[in-house]
């Protein structure tokens, strides 16, 4: 079955630590978005990635750090630049950004010890 | 830019009645896509509905329909026949045709009661 896969889905960090989580998808997109999820605060864009080999920072991009090596992955590093990193991530892919629905992966819990 | 304002942060509705989530937008474009999407307790988000804004007739999904008035920039979501399963926070969501990706509001946390 196609999807996009989130892993783990729950990861914890040392303060001072990098820690990468990984987003794959075999639905064939192009698209990839990483979204960082706070209570009350909905969905907010981190990263996002159009084509291998490229992406471009979102609203909070600030301590954060991508690559797009491959179509299928698209992680995410939280460094330890990132100042509150204790949240849900969420990684979601698409055909063609702006044209299509996005599809989400079951996401990561983060939490900072 | 963009922003989408959901001024419900609870909503509560009683199985099989009907309830509505309002969502707001503001937008400088004139294409542009606008979503539903659904988080369950189990933090899957599942996309509920969709319009695009070139299109004049609301979009429905069975129990699930939206009116869409674009003059006013609203896109109110109504659930028919409310289940215990459409217990969830439900997020309104914009993304401009020549954008890059989903603008979320920040959600409106739907309680259905027996």
């Known amino acids: 079955d196609g999807g996009i896969t989130q892993s783990p889905k729950y990861l914890f960090r040392k303060e001072g630590q990098n820690v990468t989580l990984s987003c794959e998808q075999n639905?064939?997109?192009?698209?990839m978005y990483w979204y960082r999820q706070d209570p009350g605060q909905g969905l907010r864009l981190i990263y996002y990635s159009q084509i291998v080999n490229d992406f471009q920072k979102g609203d909070i991009a600030e301590g954060y750090s991508v690559s797009r090596e491959k179509k299928e992955s698209f992680p995410l590093t939280v460094t330890s630049a990132q100042k509150n990193p204790t949240a849900f991530y969420l990684c979601?892919?698409?055909?063609?950004?702006?044209?299509?629905?996005?599809?989400f992966g079951q996401g990561t819990r983060l939490t900072v010890v | 830019a963009q922003t989408v304002t959901q001024s419900q942060p609870e909503m509560s509705v009683q199985e099989a009645e009907t309830v509505t989530l309002s969502c707001t937008y503001d937008?400088?474009?004139?294409?542009?896509?606008l979503f539903w999407y659904k988080q369950p307790p189990s933090r899957q988000m599942i996309l509920v509905i969709r319009?695009?804004?070139?299109?004049?007739q609301n979009a429905t999904e069975n129990r699930f329909s939206v009116n869409f008035q674009k003059a006013a920039k609203s896109f109110s979501l109504k659930i028919s026949d409310s289940q215990l399963g459409d217990a969830a926070m439900y997020f309104c969501?914009?993304?401009?045709?020549?954008?890059?990706?989903?603008?979320f509001g920040k959600g409106t946390s739907l309680l259905v009661t027996p």
């Open positions: 969501a914009l993304e401009h045709v020549s954008g890059y990706a989903l603008n």
């Open positions: 979601a892919s698409s055909t063609y950004a702006g044209l299509t629905e996005a599809f």
């Open positions: 937008t400088s474009e004139s294409d542009y896509y």
């Open positions: 639905l064939n997109h192009d698209a």
């Open positions: 319009q695009e804004a070139y299109k004049q």
